[in-house]
């Protein structure tokens, strides 16, 4: 019988504005395994490592290390007790060298005990270095340091600290293929002394099945299923992570597709790491269909939506709206080919909190004539009239139309980013998450809006984290894994949600021929 | 121009720099630029950027004065010269003038580091914008000293008429001193240059040599990653605040007790501004800040010797060291903004 080194038991954390992040989730890790956390993106995986670094506190539950019940109030404290966090954004001071990064907060100093021992600071790291067999040049400072001798630093950082636990939260989402493989090698390397685990957190099954021992999923904020790696195949893991309760049924009729609005052609977009976000991708969007985007985050969502709205470029290929091609193109004149978009954040580009309701929902179109009076000033009778039509058709609830944005909840908030992207008269709809942790009511409105546009002949691209919006309101799906196009399923309403888990986890991958499908005429 | 020739202008120009005064000179205004800019360095490495240090140069200028003249009168102990003789009242003066000016030195200090201790207070706990801040610290100061002037002194314009002008003792190096240009130069200035001197390398050592420093940068740099290693990111900042009021207030003492000897409204007259603007353009490096701060000094002087020529009105010449402080703050705008479009192409 192994060693269980780590309990966290029937762990539940409520954020301040209800959301429940977890409920009784129970996580058993043995000493000297590699453990898989898995889970959908919202599943709960970094608020359960967040509680167990000290980040956040958990509002019930215990923590068990090693035996002895702790309570761990911040990350100091939970270091003392062995538990090393490898972030997902580095932790590391870019002006410093690797080893001032290494020994912060810790500093050797000399006899005299005023200065720092620079050697032995170096002696320090080297020695680290040298012992779990992961080589970094101590001088180098960490901005010219490559992102795999930066992951490196963080291991280290972590494990001079004297971590028995290490969390290494996606620690491969900024890696390639053959620095994954080496990363691997050295994290296996790292529990071969049987003194150290690790908690690996992945939606990458391929790379759960390549390293771990064991896992654990968690789905909507509870555990779900624990079982050995070697048990279980890809497909049961993907099973037990995209479950779903079905909370809102959207009617509708069948998508009578008309002519294309949206052309994207052999789109490639690098991000600032030179790494590949998307590869050749071709799809069409037709007006009268709502074609949605499912896949795990990180798999090329944001930078298609980016690059699709003007708000970043892109390195190959075309994006046509209504056959002209959007390359070059500010944003509002994106906006003025018939587009328009509801951006997954909310509070930095879909509204300006501090300004009124009736700012924002003007934001696109004040400089347009018909809002201007005759000596070219700003017509309020008029814009105060069709502001006021907007909030009551959109049910935004506020108390005057001059109200700050940010006073409203979520789903108001919402609102007025929907009332104003809805009315501008758009031949086509970017809605990427448009109901992203806002409540049931405010959700099931937008979602019947944008198919009530679709009936009007408008063409929508809706991308979501939540499969129950994309598998409801979708006519078709395109799946994006591995920074491709997965699959093309013109009929949403056939689509099993396990078969779409498959594809969007790479178990499970369509012929380029039937993929094409998806670009028209 | 004014009759005047531009190969006069220019000559006279060269005249001025040529002599060896005019860069004794440019060694004196930089002191108090300097000290300002070396507390900004701490500052700006921790992350805070501090507008409150004019404020700080204007109220510690009159908090030495007042500590000078308090400390000075409490020595003499209403001594008089036809009481106990010549000779010992010019000991007891003698006495009273040092037990001044270090006391200037050190009242100052405190109050300069409780300042910086309140500004931070404000910024970090409060979580108030830092430049707000600095210029509601800096209103306070412009309104609070003459309010003590006239309370203390009974004059809200200049401390003047209070006491005897201050008495900074001035250093002859022993050698140079009697080295032709170079005891111009080097020697005869007051004690406090030669301290801001070191302070520049001390505020170095400080910064890249010790524990301390190496916080107070990954602080200003990376808050989060500080934090993550179990580091105090608000006792840090709180640390360098305290230590931009340490260095800072000298360069207020400076100005009262060196450079005009007396407290006047508004005595630095924006040199606060122009050594935080000389830590922004060194990137909050002490050396080349200090370099930044040098060039500023000399537009000082210039400006100051070619009033002589009575050509320029007098106010466009003191206007020299700021327009240069502008041109500066331009060209490191540019040269960042060239840094930004060259990164993005790299991509």
Same mark, same amino acid.
């Given at each position: 019988?192994?060693?269980?080194?780590?309990?966290? #038991?029937?762990?539940?954390?409520?954020?301040?504005?209800?959301?429940?992040?977890?409920?009784?989730?129970?996580?058993?890790?043995?000493?000297?395994?590699?453990?898989?956390?898995?889970?959908?993106?919202?599943?709960?995986?970094?608020?359960? %490592?967040?509680?167990?670094?000290?980040?956040?506190?958990?509002?019930?539950?215990?923590?068990?290390?090693?035996?002895?019940?702790?309570?761990?109030?911040?990350?100091?404290?939970?270091?003392?007790?062995?538990?090393?966090?490898?972030?997902?954004?580095?932790?590391?001071?870019?002006?410093?060298?690797?080893?001032?990064? %290494?020994?912060?907060?810790?500093?050797?100093?000399?006899?005299?005990?005023?200065?720092?021992?620079?050697?032995?600071?170096?002696?320090?790291?080297?020695?680290?270095?040298?012992?779990?067999?992961? $080589?970094?040049?101590?001088?180098?400072?960490?901005?010219?340091?490559?992102?795999?001798?930066?992951?490196?630093?963080?291991?280290?950082?972590?494990?001079?600290?004297?971590?028995?636990?290490?969390?290494?939260?996606?620690?491969?989402?900024?890696?390639?293929?053959?620095?994954?493989?080496?990363?691997? +090698?050295?994290?296996?390397?790292?529990?071969?002394?049987?003194?150290?685990?690790?908690?690996? $957190?992945?939606?990458?099954?391929?790379? +759960?099945?390549?390293?771990?021992?064991?896992?654990?999923?968690?789905?909507?904020?509870?555990?779900?299923?624990?079982?050995?790696?070697? #048990?279980?195949?890809?497909?049961?893991?993907?099973? %037990?992570?995209?479950?779903?309760?079905?909370?809102?049924?959207?009617?509708?009729?069948?998508?009578?597709?008309?002519?294309?609005?949206?052309?994207?052609?052999?789109?490639?977009?690098?991000?600032?790491?030179?790494?590949?976000?998307?590869?050749?991708?071709?799809?069409?969007?037709?007006?009268?269909?709502?074609?949605?985007?499912?896949?795990?985050?990180?798999?090329?969502?944001?930078?298609?939506?980016?690059?699709?709205?003007?708000?970043?470029?892109?390195?190959?290929?075309?994006?046509?709206?209504?056959?002209?091609?959007?390359?070059?193109?500010?944003?509002?004149?994106?906006?003025?080919?018939?587009?328009?978009?509801?951006?997954?954040?909310?509070?930095?580009?879909?509204?300006?909190?501090?300004?009124?309701?009736?700012?924002?929902?003007?934001?696109?179109?004040?400089?347009?004539?018909?809002?201007?009076?005759?000596?070219?000033?700003?017509?309020?009778?008029?814009?105060?009239?069709?502001?006021?039509?907007?909030?009551?058709?959109?049910?935004?609830?506020?108390?005057?139309?001059?109200?700050?944005?940010?006073?409203?909840?979520?789903?108001?908030?919402?609102?007025?980013?929907?009332?104003?992207?809805?009315?501008?008269?758009?031949?086509?709809?970017?809605?990427?998450?448009?109901?992203?942790?806002?409540?049931?009511?405010?959700?099931?409105?937008?979602?019947?809006?944008?198919?009530?546009?679709?009936?009007?002949?408008?063409?929508?691209?809706?991308?979501?984290?939540?499969?129950?919006?994309?598998?409801?309101?979708?006519?078709?799906?395109?799946?994006?894994?591995?920074?491709?196009?997965?699959?093309?399923?013109?009929?949403?309403?056939?689509?099993?949600?396990?078969?779409?888990?498959?594809?969007?986890?790479?178990?499970?991958?369509?012929?380029?021929?039937?993929?094409?499908?998806?670009?028209?005429? | 121009?004014?009759?005047?020739?531009?190969?006069?202008?220019?000559?006279?120009?060269?005249?001025?720099?040529?002599?060896? #005064?005019?860069?004794? %000179?440019?060694?004196?205004?930089?002191?108090?630029?300097?000290?300002?800019?070396?507390?900004?360095?701490?500052?700006?490495?921790?992350? $805070?950027?501090?507008?409150?240090?004019?404020?700080?140069?204007?109220?510690?200028?009159?908090?030495?004065?007042?500590?000078?003249?308090?400390?000075?009168?409490?020595?003499?102990?209403?001594?008089?010269?036809?009481?106990?003789?010549?000779?010992?009242?010019?000991?007891?003066?003698?006495?009273?003038?040092?037990?001044?000016?270090?006391?200037?030195?050190?009242?100052?200090?405190?109050?300069?580091?409780?300042?910086?201790?309140?500004?931070?207070?404000?910024?970090?706990?409060?979580?108030?914008?830092?430049?707000?801040?600095?210029?509601?610290?800096?209103?306070?100061?412009?309104?609070?000293?003459?309010?003590?002037?006239?309370?203390?002194?009974?004059?809200?314009?200049?401390?003047?008429?209070?006491?005897?002008?201050?008495?900074?003792?001035?250093?002859?190096?022993?050698?140079?001193?009697?080295?032709?240009?170079?005891?111009?130069?080097?020697?005869?200035?007051?004690?406090?240059?030669?301290?801001?001197?070191?302070?520049?390398?001390?505020?170095?050592?400080?910064?890249?040599?010790?524990?301390?420093?190496?916080?107070?940068?990954?602080?200003?740099?990376?808050?989060?990653?500080?934090?993550?290693?179990?580091?105090?990111?608000?006792?840090?900042?709180?640390?360098?605040?305290?230590?931009?009021?340490?260095?800072?207030?000298?360069?207020?003492?400076?100005?009262?007790?060196?450079?005009?000897?007396?407290?006047?409204?508004?005595?630095?007259?924006?040199?606060?501004?122009?050594?935080?603007?000389?830590?922004?353009?060194?990137?909050?490096?002490? $050396?080349?800040?200090?370099?930044?701060?040098?060039?500023?000094?000399?537009?000082?002087?210039?400006?100051?010797?070619?009033?002589?020529?009575?050509?320029?009105?007098?106010?466009?010449?003191?206007?020299?060291?700021?327009?240069?402080?502008?041109?500066?703050?331009?060209?490191?705008?540019?040269?960042?903004?060239?840094?930004?479009?060259?990164?993005?192409?790299?991509?």
């Amino acid at each position: 019988m192994a060693q269980e080194v780590l309990l966290m #038991d029937k762990i539940t954390k409520v954020y301040a504005n209800g959301f429940v992040a977890n409920q009784d989730v129970t996580l058993s890790v043995n000493k000297g395994e590699i453990h898989a956390l898995v889970g959908e993106n919202g599943a709960g995986k970094t608020t359960l %490592m967040k509680v167990l670094f000290g980040i956040e506190q958990p509002e019930g539950g215990r923590i068990v290390i090693d035996g002895k019940e702790v309570q761990i109030h911040n990350p100091l404290e939970a270091i003392q007790y062995g538990v090393g966090m490898v972030h997902q954004h580095f932790m590391q001071v870019p002006s410093l060298t690797v080893a001032e990064n %290494m020994v912060l907060g810790m500093e050797p100093k000399s006899k005299s005990k005023i200065f720092l021992d620079k050697a032995e600071m170096i002696r320090m790291t080297e020695e680290v270095s040298k012992k779990y067999n992961l $080589i970094v040049d101590p001088t180098l400072k960490i901005e010219d340091c490559s992102v795999v001798a930066k992951q490196k630093v963080e291991i280290l950082k972590a494990l001079i600290r004297g971590a028995k636990i290490l969390i290494l939260d996606e620690p491969t989402a900024v890696l390639t293929p053959q620095e994954t493989d080496e990363l691997f +090698v050295e994290l296996k390397n790292l529990v071969a002394d049987g003194e150290h685990t690790i908690v690996f $957190i992945s939606h990458k099954l391929h790379e +759960v099945k390549a390293l771990c021992d064991r896992l654990t999923v968690l789905r909507l904020g509870k555990s779900v299923g624990k079982a050995n790696v070697a #048990d279980v195949t890809e497909a049961d893991i993907s099973r %037990m992570m995209v479950g779903r309760d079905v909370i809102l049924e959207i009617d509708k009729e069948p998508a009578q597709p008309k002519e294309t609005v949206l052309k994207v052609e052999h789109l490639t977009i690098h991000n600032d790491f030179g790494k590949t976000m998307l590869n050749d991708v071709n799809f069409s969007v037709r007006k009268g269909e709502i074609l949605g985007v499912a896949g795990v985050e990180g798999n090329g969502q944001m930078e298609l939506a980016e690059a699709i709205s003007g708000l970043r470029t892109f390195n190959h290929g075309d994006i046509k709206i209504n056959n002209t091609s959007i390359k070059g193109k500010t944003v509002r004149q994106i906006r003025e080919l018939g587009f328009s978009h509801i951006n997954e954040d909310r509070m930095t580009y879909g509204v300006a909190d501090k300004a009124s309701v009736k700012n924002n929902i003007m934001a696109d179109r004040y400089y347009k004539k018909e809002y201007l009076t005759r000596h070219g000033l700003l017509d309020h009778k008029k814009i105060d009239a069709e502001v006021d039509e907007l909030i009551k058709k959109f049910l935004v609830k506020t108390e005057t139309r001059d109200e700050q944005v940010k006073m409203l909840s979520g789903g108001n908030i919402q609102k007025v980013v929907v009332a104003r992207e809805f009315s501008s008269d758009p031949d086509i709809i970017l809605a990427d998450q448009p109901t992203r942790g806002i409540d049931v009511g405010a959700t099931e409105f937008i979602r019947n809006q944008l198919v009530a546009l679709r009936d009007e002949g408008k063409a929508v691209l809706l991308i979501s984290a939540d499969l129950n919006e994309v598998l409801e309101v979708s006519d078709s799906i395109i799946v994006l894994n591995n920074n491709e196009i997965a699959a093309y399923i013109e009929d949403a309403s056939k689509l099993e949600e396990y078969e779409l888990g498959e594809y969007m986890l790479g178990v499970k991958q369509m012929t380029a021929e039937e993929v094409a499908k998806v670009v028209h005429d | 121009m004014g009759g005047y020739s531009a190969s006069f202008i220019f000559g006279f120009i060269w005249s001025v720099i040529k002599s060896s #005064d005019f860069w004794a %000179m440019t060694i004196r205004m930089t002191t108090p630029l300097l000290f300002a800019a070396l507390g900004s360095c701490i500052a700006a490495k921790s992350g $805070i950027f501090n507008m409150s240090i004019d404020g700080l140069i204007n109220s510690t200028a009159f908090i030495s004065v007042i500590c000078d003249g308090f400390v000075r009168k409490w020595v003499i102990g209403g001594r008089k010269k036809a009481d106990v003789g010549e000779e010992v009242y010019n000991a007891i003066r003698n006495r009273a003038n040092t037990a001044g000016w270090i006391a200037g030195i050190v009242g100052a200090m405190v109050f300069g580091i409780l300042l910086e201790l309140l500004f931070a207070y404000f910024v970090i706990d409060l979580k108030a914008n830092a430049s707000l801040t600095g210029i509601g610290a800096n209103l306070l100061i412009t309104g609070l000293a003459p309010f003590l002037s006239l309370v203390i002194t009974g004059n809200r314009a200049n401390t003047n008429t209070w006491y005897d002008l201050g008495y900074v003792p001035v250093v002859n190096i022993p050698v140079i001193k009697d080295i032709p240009i170079l005891s111009t130069l080097l020697s005869g200035h007051y004690i406090l240059t030669y301290i801001c001197v070191a302070c520049v390398f001390i505020v170095n050592a400080l910064l890249f040599k010790t524990a301390m420093g190496l916080r107070i940068r990954a602080v200003g740099e990376n808050p989060n990653a500080a934090e993550s290693v179990g580091i105090d990111v608000r006792k840090v900042q709180y640390q360098a605040s305290l230590l931009c009021g340490l260095f800072g207030s000298m360069g207020g003492t400076f100005m009262s007790l060196c450079y005009v000897g007396f407290w006047v409204r508004n005595i630095s007259a924006g040199r606060g501004f122009i050594g935080l603007a000389a830590s922004t353009l060194g990137q909050a490096n002490p $050396i080349a800040t200090t370099i930044y701060a040098y060039v500023f000094g000399w537009f000082d002087a210039l400006g100051i010797n070619m009033r002589a020529l009575s050509l320029f009105p007098s106010q466009f010449l003191s206007m020299l060291p700021y327009f240069a402080t502008l041109v500066g703050l331009i060209l490191y705008s540019i040269s960042l903004q060239n840094k930004i479009k060259k990164a993005k192409a790299m991509q």
